[in-house]
């Protein structure tokens, strides 16, 4: 079978290489995943330049270490190269272990979670079953191979982390992103209200209907003056940023008393200054959200019933992601070029199927 592997972190995509492996068998606990599609991701990105490794190296917990780890307790190691990409995709269980139960998963088509060293940018994968969910026949490949990520990571945000309520407002950066789009759409569905912040009028106009209830266009608008007008005068209750720089810098200056905002992406730039009163004066809070972190975390309760609900949302089409274009597992590079692609409103897959 073929992978697609980082062979050494780099910026111009070099160290990224297709490479013929030998097929495993999976252990007695796994599902055996003919890969049908997989999404390209940011994150995968962060992995291929080196640039989740450089912030782990920052952390308390990894000073002086060779081997930075993604948790305190050292149980999760950031991946050796090479290793394989790849967060989430969809596929069809072709074999299990031993100690599965065949009957519930054989021939299933399952959205899966994985990431590296072990991620989905392979034709063939081995996943435990906590890391696949049955999918309902009206669910087109191209949205269950983008179900997980993205989705969870808007619901988990505003539903189980800030815990919106009808009639608060949210703000959000890139509010063209497909995560700001589905916080948007979350909002519209649970009564919760949304500002999405977009850079131009070309990026309002080409994603009317999908932004949030009121939209302000950085190049032409005062972010602070518009949120004071939007909010008669409080500031949003909560906030989210994918962005950081000078874009986490004021969108945090809008949150109005004990406001809550989140930091979940450096689309731009890893890191800003920050006015301390900002948070003193208005008793905020400004926390950090990792999918990975916050789902190991959960009670194996706690992940089912919002994996469950989140399949009930995915099959109603609430959570739906725009695909660009999909590109076969050859043109691995070129799919991740396509992805970093500016002005781009879609999400970007590898088609295993050719």
């Not at 000073?63 to 305190?72: G, H, K, L, M, V």
């Not at 500002?195 to 994603?207: F, H, K, L």
């Not at 926390?287 to 916050?294: K, M, V």
Request: charged share 15%; hydrophobic share 40%; glycine share 8%.
């Amino acid at each position: 079978m073929h992978t697609v592997q980082i062979i050494n972190s780099s910026d111009d995509l070099s160290g990224v290489q297709i490479v013929a492996s030998e097929r495993s068998a999976p252990s007695p606990e796994q599902l055996s995943v003919r890969m049908v599609k997989a999404a390209v991701h940011p994150s995968d990105l962060n992995y291929i330049r080196g640039d989740y490794r450089a912030g782990l190296e920052k952390l308390l917990w990894n000073y002086q270490e060779s081997q930075p780890t993604f948790d305190a307790a050292r149980q999760q190691p950031h991946p050796t190269m090479p290793c394989i990409p790849g967060g989430e995709g969809v596929g069809i269980v072709e074999s299990c272990g031993s100690a599965v139960d065949s009957a519930q998963w054989l021939g299933k088509r399952v959205a899966v979670t994985a990431g590296p060293p072990n991620g989905t940018w392979q034709q063939y994968l081995n996943v435990l079953p906590q890391q696949a969910v049955a999918l309902p026949d009206a669910l087109p490949d191209e949205q269950a191979a983008l179900m997980m990520i993205n989705p969870l990571t808007a619901l988990a945000m505003t539903r189980y982390i800030l815990k919106a309520q009808p009639g608060d407002w949210l703000l959000m950066s890139a509010g063209a992103s497909a995560v700001s789009k589905m916080v948007a759409a979350l909002g519209r569905h649970y009564g919760f209200k949304t500002i999405s912040i977009v850079r131009n009028r070309a990026s309002a106009d080409g994603n009317a209907g999908q932004l949030g209830d009121e939209v302000v266009i950085s190049e032409e608008q005062d972010l602070a003056r518009r949120v004071k007008e939007i909010t008669a005068g409080r500031g949003v209750a909560m906030a989210l940023d994918c962005v950081g720089g000078s874009t986490a810098e004021a969108l945090i200056g809008c949150l109005t008393e004990r406001g809550r905002a989140l930091l979940y992406g450096t689309l731009d730039a890893p890191s800003f200054n920050l006015f301390s009163r900002n948070l003193m004066m208005t008793n905020a809070t400004l926390s950090g959200f990792y999918l990975p972190g916050w789902l190991a975390a959960q009670s194996l309760q706690a992940r089912n019933e919002a994996l469950a609900e989140l399949a009930k949302l995915s099959a109603t089409g609430l959570l739906f992601s725009q695909v660009d274009a999909q590109y076969p597992l050859d043109q691995a590079v070129a799919a991740v070029k396509a992805s970093t692609a500016r002005g781009r409103t879609g999400k970007i897959l590898l088609d295993f199927t050719g």
